[in-house]
């Protein structure tokens, strides 16, 4: 669907407010979700160490709480990123974000790519599962395959990219796996979106939720600082 225009305001309830750098503190993550419950943001997205305090500073509000797994590689043993769910679901995460096996992906292992994800959707249970590609290091043939398979295993998500490799969403990209996945599964175009016309294209080119650290210059209608998510 189409939209012509959101008022940037509007635009936090698709906003997976995002803090993911290796230098974050629990200071910073504590700013986060302050914003994230004055502006009305879907989320937090935060690294799992952060998840219970994040939850802790959310307190009875709305926002959910976002945890990335096997971020930003996604080049662990799956059990390993099935425990990391696991643990943060415990500690209060309401959504995961894992980073499929991109290396598996690469290699055409697509048995390998399944148990991978397989292994995370069933440590998340009823939670909701976001699937990262990292698109920049993919094909369209891949970048298609993986969409019907996310489709197939019921993931809630796919989602473009981690904002630390070499390049994040793309409107084509997003469009393509918008195409693919079809109504039942939703797409997080993230990387890179730092203002509010960004976001609108993303928007109108079928992304259901968008990943970003701009979300307060986003639905300030300002441009965002250069962040690499």
């Given at each position: 669907?189409?939209?012509?225009?959101?008022?940037?305001?509007?635009?936090?309830?698709?906003?997976?407010?995002?803090?993911?750098?290796?230098?974050?503190?629990?200071?910073?993550?504590?700013?986060?979700?302050?914003?994230?419950?004055?502006h009305g943001f879907k989320s937090v997205c935060v690294n799992s160490a952060f998840t219970a305090h994040a939850?802790?500073?959310l307190g009875g509000s709305s926002v959910l709480v976002c945890t990335v797994v096997g971020f930003p590689l996604g080049a662990m043993l799956a059990e390993a990123k099935a425990a990391e769910a696991r643990l943060a679901i415990d500690a209060g995460a309401t959504e995961i974000d894992m980073v499929v096996a991109i290396g598996a992906v690469k290699a055409g292992d697509w048995v390998a790519v399944k148990a991978d994800i397989d292994a995370v959707l069933d440590a998340c249970g009823e939670v909701p599962l976001k699937v990262i590609f990292e698109t920049c290091l993919l094909t369209d043939d891949e970048i298609i395959r993986l969409c019907r398979l996310c489709r197939e295993l019921g993931t809630a998500f796919v989602k473009t990219s981690t904002g630390f490799s070499s390049g994040g969403a793309a409107l084509g990209t997003v469009e393509l796996m918008c195409r693919e996945v079809g109504a039942q599964v939703g797409v997080k175009a993230?990387?890179?979106?730092?203002?509010?016309?960004?976001?609108?294209?993303?928007?109108?080119?079928?992304?259901?939720?968008?990943?970003?650290?701009?979300?307060?210059?986003?639905?300030?209608?300002?441009?965002?600082?250069?962040?690499?998510?």
């Open positions: 669907m189409t939209v012509n225009k959101i008022a940037p305001a509007a635009m936090a309830a698709f906003i997976d407010h995002t803090l993911l750098k290796p230098e974050a503190t629990a200071e910073q993550v504590t700013v986060l979700c302050a914003e994230a419950v004055e939850k802790r500073q993230s990387g890179g979106i730092r203002d509010y016309p960004a976001a609108l294209a993303m928007i109108n080119a079928g992304a259901t939720r968008l990943g970003t650290s701009a979300g307060v210059a986003i639905v300030n209608g300002e441009a965002g600082l250069n962040s690499g998510y």
